[in-house]
């Protein structure tokens, strides 16, 4: 399966900034997604993020909050915007190909003051 | 609508068996199961397309009644390396945008 790299791995950060996580694959794949995981829970879909075109969203989530870039097959950011302590989490990105199942980066472990 | 898991939670001694079952309330194109450690990235074991399809691999398997909607999990002889969360997912489109179920915390003690 494809090796995937998630940057950063974990972060502190104040509240009201915005935080840029990465997500690099070590080949293409087609479906590239970001999940959010709060402590304890289980993961919830935030986007599907869409090689050359706009994210599609979840129900619940937003462009303004979650803006997601995907400009080749391979790498992926997403944005956690104007953050506050409700936005503390992990984030995961994850990757598919074809008819192959989901793959999971070691996620990011965001918390927020 | 999320699928759900049950049990919630279970303690297994070290050789004893556990299902695990996942329901849904939509109709299912595939099945998958994920296992997490804490402080882990979810881990892939095993897909499970429609058409009432088993699964398995060393002392795991899967079945899988799409007229139900429902999959299950099974575990034998459990080792102390299967503890963790079991998380099934589900999708309905066949696109792999999966939906993630409640969730199974399992622990297995010597």
């Known amino acids: 399966s494809a090796v995937i790299s998630q940057k950063p791995s974990r972060d502190i950060c104040q509240r009201g900034t915005s935080l840029t996580i990465q997500c690099q694959v070590d080949s293409q794949v087609t479906m590239m997604f970001w999940y959010r995981q709060q402590p304890g829970q289980s993961l919830t879909l935030i986007a599907t993020a869409n090689q050359g075109s706009e994210a599609t969203y979840e129900s619940g989530f937003v462009i303004d909050k979650f803006p997601i870039s995907r400009p080749n097959l391979t790498f992926s950011t997403l944005t956690v915007s104007n953050m506050s302590p409700e936005d503390s989490s992990i984030y995961l990105c994850?990757?598919?190909?074809?008819?192959?199942?989901?793959?999971f980066g070691d996620g990011t472990r965001l918390s927020i003051l | 609508q999320q699928p759900v898991q049950s049990p919630q939670a279970v303690i297994l001694r070290e050789g004893e068996d556990a299902v695990i079952n996942c329901s849904s309330s939509?109709?299912?194109?595939?099945v998958h199961w994920y296992r997490q450690k804490h402080g882990e990235a979810p881990i892939f074991l095993m897909i499970?397309?429609?058409?009432?399809e088993q699964k398995g691999h060393d002392k795991i398997s899967a079945s899988f009644n799409e007229k139900k909607q429902q999959s299950s999990l099974y575990l034998t002889a459990s080792q102390l390396s299967y503890s963790g969360t079991y998380f099934c997912?589900?999708?309905?489109?066949?696109?792999?945008?999966?939906?993630f179920g409640t969730g199974t915390k399992l622990q297995v003690i010597p």
């Open positions: 994850s990757v598919a190909d074809g008819d192959q199942p989901q793959h």
């Open positions: 499970l397309l429609k058409g009432g």
């Open positions: 997912g589900t999708d309905s489109g066949g696109y792999q945008k999966v939906t």
């Open positions: 939509k109709a299912l194109y595939s």
